[in-house]
Nanobody, 117 residues
Framework: QVQLVESGGGLVQPGGSLRLSCAASGNIFGIYNMGWYRQAAGKQRELVAAITSGGSTNYADSIKGRFTISRDNAKNTLFLYLQMNSLKPEDTAVYYC?????????WGQGTQVTVSS
């Protein structure tokens, strides 16, 4: 089992920045890929960014050049981050952290990001 807890969401003005964090605990040694997804109201959940255990990254076209995904291992916790710059109203959504283990994917509870003036 893996537990994922996101934090860092909130209300920000257009052009502003936020940094999302996701703390993974439990069977973190089995995790290979991790990622951030988002789901806006009335829309399907979509991939924002992903990172492999080797550090390779993949970004959605809509956020390339504005968002950066990174991961960091602490003693018993694995952290996933999403640095979001130049935020736009269309970035408003619930952002979810996910972690992939063999044969199973885990999700966090989500954190709301609202970009509005």
């Amino acid at each position: 089992q893996v537990q994922l807890v996101e934090s860092g969401g909130g209300l920000v003005q257009p052009g502003g920045s936020l940094r999302l964090s996701c703390a993974a605990s439990g069977n973190i040694f089995g995790i290979y890929n991790m990622g951030w997804y988002r789901q806006a109201a009335g829309k399907q959940r979509e991939l924002v960014a992903a990172i492999t255990s080797g550090g390779s990254t993949n970004y959605a076209d809509s956020i390339k050049g504005r968002f950066t995904i990174s991961r960091d291992n602490a003693k018993n916790t694995l952290f996933l981050y999403l640095q979001m710059n130049s935020l736009k109203p269309e970035d408003t959504a619930v952002y979810y952290c996910n972690a992939d283990l063999p044969l199973r994917r885990f999700w966090g509870q989500g954190t709301q990001v609202t970009v509005s003036s």
